[in-house]
């Protein structure tokens, strides 16, 4: 399948309209076979003990999860769904259906999401979106595993990848059909003209010796009601757009089905990358572009 490079002018007015774009057939069900598979080694080839072990306070988990969270900006990590263990600790379901993401370098570091992650296509359309120096900054494989597969509330995308001026760009790649019933995106046409309400930001803690994670609030503006929200229900294959403003969020998925996903997202190289973001890289993992 060869997508057509780049953008047509109608395209791209929806894009500046809505903050939203919408590109069926723009991966191959080959593409999409070779990474959900590689998901599935990296999920076999993982050991949860170490992220299973059972904390004597709440303080001692937070800090364990948030090292493993700033740990994973430069590597590949797996995260459990929230509904995934008992009251004792255990897994309710096979590890294979329990995880809810692998994240967030692996774009850099796996050969095979490296290849999904980057060429001509991509960078046509990032450089239509406004992206003239793409920068990956992330790579998710989203799982939604059926029946316990979390909610993702109401966000903006610059929350995480702020940058002055604003410039990230979510990479939304459906790798199963996304429906209302497994959890697909909702979107609020139109509302990335509104302000960023939320940072998630690295705070340095000296006593701790380790960094923390912390969510500040920016602006009261309220999260658009369910009345102003679209489903996205599309197709596998179909790579959504997202710019950075816009209000989007998934619901749980009840069903019996999976909704796999893979998002890359991108800020642009001539805008200043914030220092207090969560995502930070030494120099040993330089950042890239959509043409690798
Ligand atoms: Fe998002």
Redesign the pocket.
């Known amino acids: 399948m060869n997508p057509p490079l780049g953008l047509t002018a109608e395209q791209r007015a929806q894009w500046q309209r809505d903050g939203f774009l919408v590109l069926p057939d723009f991966k191959s069900a080959q593409d999409i076979h070779a990474i959900r598979q590689r998901a599935g080694e990296i999920v076999d080839a993982f050991d949860p003990q170490g992220q299973m072990s059972v904390f004597a306070t709440h303080d001692q988990a937070r800090l364990s999860a948030d090292a493993q969270f700033l740990a994973s900006g430069s590597g590949i990590h797996c995260f459990f769904e929230e509904e995934a263990f008992d009251e004792h600790g255990q897994l309710r379901q096979a590890k294979a259906l329990s995880i809810n993401k692998i994240g967030h370098a692996l774009h850099d570091l796996d050969p095979v999401f490296d290849a999904f992650s980057h060429g001509i296509a991509l960078t046509s359309v990032a450089r239509d979106l406004g992206l003239g120096d793409a920068r990956v900054w992330q790579s998710m494989f989203i799982f939604k595993q059926p029946g316990i597969g979390g909610e993702?509330r109401w966000?903006q995308?610059a929350t995480f990848l702020h940058t002055s001026p604003q410039s990230v760009v979510?990479f939304w790649f459906a790798l199963e059909d996304a429906t209302r019933d497994n959890g697909c995106l909702w979107v609020a046409p139109g509302a990335h003209r509104g302000p960023l309400r939320e940072r998630f930001v690295r705070v340095s803690n000296p006593q701790l010796g380790q960094p923390l994670t912390q969510l500040e609030a920016l602006d009261p503006t309220p999260w658009p009601d369910l009345a102003q929200a679209l489903p996205v229900e599309v197709p596998a294959g179909t790579l959504v757009c997202?710019h950075g403003l816009l209000p989007?969020y998934s619901a749980p998925n009840r069903s019996a089905h999976s909704r796999h996903a893979y998002t890359l997202h991108a800020v642009d190289g001539a805008s200043t990358y914030s220092v207090s973001n969560w995502l930070q890289r030494g120099a040993d993992l330089p950042l890239r572009g959509f043409l690798g």
């Open positions: 993702v966000h995308d979510g997202l989007h």
